[in-house]
């Protein structure tokens, strides 16, 4: 029998699982090396569309995380130090082999996490080119030298790397999360902790592996996982040579953590929760509409800080608008991420399930009518239907508070000026989306819209390129861009003697 007769089958899932797992770091990543918890502790990782226990993890104490710390402050000035090139050319080499390792990053994605191997697979894209665009920012950092106007100073202004940071993540990006941190502070010359989310600790995990193996010294990068994120971020917060905290998450812990920071007057940067706004103007193309609604509200299973949480639709098109999109829902397979054909998979964990299980009945019980879905689907796993719902009063909870689910409330507006009042009556303004075919108007929401991002006839806007972040109690900072590199940096000034002064030139 010759070679090519032998066929394979191709490993089929739960091999690559035991497989991708097996080579997933579990330890603590403390001054270069992978080790466990000072106090022996661990805590388990579920796979959300099973509820096994797939990895047991190092759990990080107050002593690790004082480790971490000493470790990032000593390797700061020899990090600043190395040529911006070399910073590069490190994120490059990450860039190639997160390409190179795409399948193990989604499947731990989905694993962890439970969304849609595809889904994972465009997060592995998405996430990964933060360290190409970083890599490309790395050497393009440009000071600027002048006279005073007086003529008595010549005046050199650089940026300088900011220092010893700390980045803490949330579980629904798992990878682009961390990259979007890690990539900028890397190229600015930062050293770095990180505390990733404790439900979705391994994709962190096999990532640092990634920087180490692409050359990342020792102590640039530490990573903390634990049961317990106060026992990991509260010492480091108090450490005078901690220079700066990168906080992914929720709006009440990002609150938190700014009055912790406040001690040390720490630089902060905080991307924090969301209620965007979709809004469909009577002169939309409805398709359009539709399918953008369909990105911005079902990607991630609703998990996503730039969710469409609400729908405001003009009542003239509204009919039309809730038939396309209901059939678009009820199609959807609901299921574990790993099977073919699954377009949503499970929420997170039990707690969030029950949280839109009680937005929806609270919506119900104030008039609203369940077009599709409106239950949770029993177990194991913590699944829930696709659900929309019309009628929707503007005081109900699924309206005026973040869902993270897949649920999509529609609310009906007469005029402009009644759609801008309803997306801006929010404590929050990250992402918004408008459908119009005007683009004077689309141009106008934009100037009359307080949120940091807005799509325009489009429902995912998130790219390496653009400058990522919201206003209000959506946070401080911008991440990604040319915006992302100067949240690590700071500015020098170096004020010269005038060149001129003394004895004239002969
Ligand atoms: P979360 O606030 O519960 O947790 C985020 C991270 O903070 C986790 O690593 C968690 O362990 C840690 N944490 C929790 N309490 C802490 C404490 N006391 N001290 C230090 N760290 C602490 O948020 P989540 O549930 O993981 O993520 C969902 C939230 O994140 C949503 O509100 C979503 O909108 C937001 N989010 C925002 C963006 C953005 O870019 N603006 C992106 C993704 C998610």
């Not at 091999?15 to 080579?23: F, I, K, P, Q, S």
């Not at 970083?134 to 007086?150: K, L, T």
């Not at 530490?222 to 106060?230: E, H, K, P, Q």
Request: charged content about 25%; some cysteine; hydrophobic content about 40%.
């Amino acid at each position: 029998m010759s070679n090519t007769d032998l066929i394979l089958d191709p490993p089929t899932i739960r091999e690559r699982t035991g497989d991708v797992l097996a080579r997933t770091p579990t330890g603590l990543l403390i001054d270069g090396t992978w080790r466990d918890s000072s106090d022996g502790g661990t805590f388990p990782v579920e796979n959300p569309a099973t509820g096994e226990v797939i990895a047991t993890m190092a759990s990080a104490t107050r002593r690790d995380s004082q480790a971490a710390m000493d470790a990032a402050a000593e390797a700061q000035e020899s990090w600043a130090r190395t040529s911006s090139r070399s910073r590069s050319e490190i994120l490059r080499r990450a860039f190639d082999l997160v390409q190179d390792r795409a399948d193990d990053l989604a499947l731990l994605m989905t694993l962890e996490m439970g969304k849609p191997l595809p889904e994972a697979l465009g997060e592995v894209k998405y996430g990964g080119e933060f360290l190409r665009w970083f890599s490309e920012e790395a050497v393009r950092d440009y000071g600027r030298y002048s006279e005073a106007p007086e003529g008595d100073l010549r005046m050199l202004v650089s940026r300088k790397p900011v220092g010893p940071c700390l980045l803490i993540t949330p579980w629904n990006f798992p990878l682009a999360m961390a990259t979007r941190k890690i990539a900028p502070a890397v190229a600015a010359g930062c050293t770095m902790v990180l505390k990733p989310a404790r439900l979705t600790p391994l994709t962190s995990q096999y990532f640092a592996q990634i920087m180490i193996d692409a050359g990342l010294p020792a102590g640039v990068l530490n990573v903390v996982s634990s049961a317990s994120a106060s026992a990991v971020s509260e010492p480091i917060l108090a450490d005078p040579r901690l220079r700066k905290v990168s906080f992914t998450g929720s709006t009440p812990v990002g609150k938190h953590l700014m009055k912790l920071a406040t001690d040390n007057v720490l630089r902060t940067s905080m991307e924090l929760g969301g209620n965007g706004p979709l809004i469909v103007f009577e002169d939309a193309d409805i398709d359009k509409a539709v399918a953008g609604a369909m990105a911005a509200k079902m990607r991630n299973m609703g998990e996503a800080c730039t969710a469409a949480n609400r729908l405001l639709v003009h009542e003239s098109v509204a009919d039309e608008f809730v038939a396309k999109l209901a059939a678009k829902m009820s199609a959807l397979t609901v299921g574990d991420g790993t099977d073919e054909g699954t377009d949503v998979g499970p929420l997170i964990e039990a707690r969030a399930r029950d949280a839109v299980e009680e937005f929806v009945l609270d919506a119900v019980r104030q008039g609203a009518t369940v077009v599709v879905g409106g239950s949770r689907i029993d177990g194991p796993g913590y699944f829930f239907q696709p659900t929309l719902l019309t009628h929707v009063p503007r005081n109900a909870r699924v309206v005026r508070e973040e869902i993270f689910g897949p649920v999509a409330p529609v609310v009906t507006f007469s005029t402009e000026d009644e759609a801008v009042e309803l997306a801006n009556s929010t404590e929050y303004g990250l992402a918004s989306y408008v459908f119009t075919e005007n683009i004077s108007r689309g141009l106008r929401i934009g100037d009359r819209i307080e949120f940091g991002l807005l799509g325009l006839n489009v429902g995912v806007i998130s790219n390496a390129a653009a400058p990522f972040g919201g206003v209000k109690q959506s946070g401080i900072g911008r991440e990604g861009g040319a915006e992302g590199i100067a949240e690590y940096t700071t500015i020098q000034y170096i004020g010269i003697e005038n060149p001129w002064a003394g004895p004239p030139p002969r």
